[in-house]
């Protein structure tokens, strides 16, 4: 009989390389997307934080729906703004279906002197 600390890894071991091989490492496709401003938050020390909600539909390889929400600060030095979002996305990919989630990649520009 393994121990919990060994069947725990045993079994994640298992899972990983069943996801392993079925992880599709490309996928082709268009989407639309809707951008919905939200509510702006309050301004504080020159820097201004504002939301969005995102929509969009997946078409290709990809066929979904996603929803999400996008976190954007920005100054008042021209050029200098960044933003985070994370989306969840519910579709099919070729055998499989399912919800999964994306975090967006941060977008930042330095601060700069004016």
């Keep these: 009989m393994l121990s919990p600390v060994s069947y725990y890894l045993t079994t994640h071991a298992q899972v990983h390389q069943v996801q392993k091989e079925k992880v599709v490492t490309h996928a082709s496709g268009t989407f639309e997307v809707k951008l919905i401003p939200q509510p702006p938050d309050n301004e504080s020390e020159g820097v201004s934080l504002a939301r969005m909600s995102i929509e969009k539909r997946f ?25 985070v979002a994370i989306e969840r996305v519910t579709g099919t990919l070729p055998g499989r279906s399912g919800t999964f989630q994306i975090p967006v990649p941060v977008s930042w520009r330095v601060l700069r002197a004016p």
Aim: no cysteine; aromatic share 4%; hydrophobic share 30%.
């Design 59 to 83: 078409h290709g390889d990809l066929e979904g729906t996603s929803n999400g929400q996008m976190l954007r600060a920005a100054t008042e030095v021209k050029g200098s703004a960044g933003y």
